[in-house]
């Protein structure tokens, strides 16, 4: 029978083999929700002392006071009670994140009808939320004008983009038609994300959804584009039992 590692409880294994699985799949770290989920503890302080552990005894890294920091250091030693092929993963997942990029998630976006933001929403979230991505998922050249939003809404759901998914954008003033955007509308003080057409007299921001229309912006200077979607990153809701 394998010999669990001396102060590993079964919930510390349940956490390394999510962390080993999920970095493997998405490129990133999970939030400190998401392996809550993972291990059935919905108190987030419960999450972030049993990962404090794993980190006081070298398994993980994180940075303090940073979402979605966490760096798997090392496989497990042998004879503990993990799977060959996921202590093998340990191995890739540590290459693969070795160089990480830190985006900061400036806010939320609304993929439906616009609705009405203002300016300090763009600074709900704290100095705690980001998102780390492997750089090779990244422009390689635009690191530092990258940015991340909340997605609200469900317009845009033929993109692949969904309610409660997080977009990385990159700074922009200008679009060409059918780029993905996110715009603010000077005159209503209203935010959203839609593909991009530049029209007669007129800008067309059109949703992929079949169930909702184009919105027309009759005078184009009241728009200001704030960046284009250069990534998505899906969130998977789980599903008990």
Sequence with gaps: ????????????????????????????????????????????????????????????ERADHISRSVRVLQPVQPGFSIPGKVSDA?????????????????????????????VSDLNYYDAESSVDIARSLLPAKEINDLFALEVSGDSMVDAMVNDGDIVVMKKAESANNGEMVAVWMDDRDETTLKYFYKEAGRIRLQPANPNMGPIYVQNPKSLRIMGKVVLVIRQIKSVAG
Excluded: C
């Design 90 to 118: 340990f191995k890739n997942a540590s290459n693969m994140l070795a160089d990480l990029v830190s985006i900061p998630i400036a806010g939320r976006i609304v993929a439906s009808a616009p609705i009405p933001m203002p």
């Design 1 to 60: 029978m394998a010999r669990r590692q001396p102060g590993l409880s079964e919930r510390h294994r349940k956490i390394m083999e999510f962390l080993v699985k999920f970095q493997n799949t998405n490129g990133y770290s999970p939030s400190i929700r998401q392996i809550g989920d993972s291990i059935n503890v919905k108190s987030t302080s419960l999450v972030d002392y049993y990962l404090n552990q794993l980190q006081e005894m070298g398994y993980i």
